[in-house]
């Protein structure tokens, strides 16, 4: 069984679209997150969230947002898409959080996503 | 800011070893991740280092110094499936994790 799954893997796109990527563990981990991964390989943390806090980068536009049905599944939902959004993004989870260390962090295998 | 430095690129032959350096200024410590990443897949976890000294785990070590805000990470008896990126991450006191840009680590028969 895959610890950390996140599908679609690939994602082509229009500008302006909405689209969602969706991301489930099953380590029974507290803290799932969202990075980018960017053309450059920098990893830039999105979110990160628990059935307590969401924690966002203020840098992420309002046009993303993390939906969390339940502890185990955090998806990314982008709204009207434009090029710059075209990366990796990576799911990943671990054991704790921010607030008391985070621990290894298990990713996903990551969703391609290009806009046209 | 913070600020995480390791090199883009490095080159090395099979059968030797490897020493990956990674300095990083950041508002304040709480330990220093090494991921290791294939083109085209996700990073998985190496090391984990919060004291000073040297971890050693298998092929792999990983050294700290936090006075010198410096670690390396040293790979021995390289084998082609070694190349990859090398990614030094640090979580700083707000547990906040900063990642550098990973160093391309290309093995050579």
């Known amino acids: 069984d895959t610890a950390v799954s996140q599908t679609p893997k690939y994602l082509v796109t229009q500008m302006g679209n909405d689209k969602s990527i969706k991301c489930e563990q099953n380590?029974?981990?507290?803290?799932m997150y969202w990075y980018k991964q960017d053309s450059k390989k920098f990893l830039k943390i999105m979110f990160s969230y628990n059935n307590k806090e969401l924690i966002i980068n203020e840098t992420v536009p309002n046009r993303f947002s993390p939906k969390s049905p339940d502890k185990a599944h955090l998806n990314l939902h982008i709204n009207s898409l434009e090029l710059g959004d075209s990366a990796v993004y990576f799911c990943a989870s671990s054991q704790g959080g921010q607030w008391n260390g985070a621990g290894e962090l298990f990713f996903g295998e990551g969703s391609r996503l290009t806009v046209l | 800011g913070q600020n995480i430095d390791q090199p883009t690129e490095m080159t090395a032959t099979e059968g030797a070893i490897v020493q990956i350096n990674c300095t990083y200024q950041?508002?304040?410590?709480?330990?220093l991740f090494w991921y290791q990443q294939h083109a085209g897949e996700a990073p998985t976890f190496l090391s984990y280092n919060v004291l000073d000294g040297l971890e050693e785990k298998g092929r792999f070590s990983s050294f700290l110094s936090r006075s010198k805000g410096y670690s390396y990470l040293l790979l021995k008896e390289l084998q082609m499936k070694d190349s990859a990126s090398y990614l030094c991450a640090v979580t700083d006191s707000n547990y906040q994790l900063i990642w550098g840009a990973g160093t391309k680590l290309i093995i050579k028969p």
């Open positions: 380590l029974g981990h507290d803290t």
């Open positions: 950041t508002s304040g410590f709480n330990g």
